[in-house]
Nanobody, 119 residues
Framework: QVQLVESGGGLVQPGGSLRLSCAAS????????MGWYRQAPGKERELVAS???????TYEDSVKGRFTISRDNAKNTVYLQMNSLKPDDTAVYYC?????????????WGQGTQVTVSS
């Protein structure tokens, strides 16, 4: 059984920073792509950032230059450093990982962590 556990969300003032972490555990052969989605109230879930197994990255336009995604393959962990946060960044953030096990290759999701940007 593969699990993704997120941490690092919270309440921050506009202009502040947060760092999200997401660690995968279980019997894992390797992890392909990893990334972060977010969903704000009344809005669809959107891809915020992704990182390939070779560390190529993509970002949603509104977060370019403010957010940085990275990964530690030895720890099966993906990070999202969020700087210059804005109220529009308020959402539940979900990590995902395409995990290869001895049985299958599947996408797994974290439980979600709330990020609130407010003064």
């Amino acid at each position: 059984q593969v699990q993704l556990v997120e941490s690092g969300g919270g309440l921050v003032q506009p202009g502040g920073s947060l760092r999200l972490s997401c660690a995968a555990s279980g019997i894992i052969v390797r992890i392909n792509g990893m990334g972060w989605y977010r969903q704000a109230p009344g809005k669809e879930r959107e891809l915020v950032a992704s990182i390939s197994s070779g560390s190529s990255t993509t970002y949603e336009d509104s977060v370019k230059g403010r957010f940085t995604i990275s990964r530690d393959n030895a720890k099966n962990t993906v990070y999202l450093q969020m700087n210059s946060l804005k109220p529009d960044d308020t959402a539940v953030y979900y990590c995902y990982a395409e995990v290869v096990t001895y049985r299958s290759t599947e996408d797994y999701w974290g439980q979600g962590t709330q990020v609130t940007v407010s003064s």
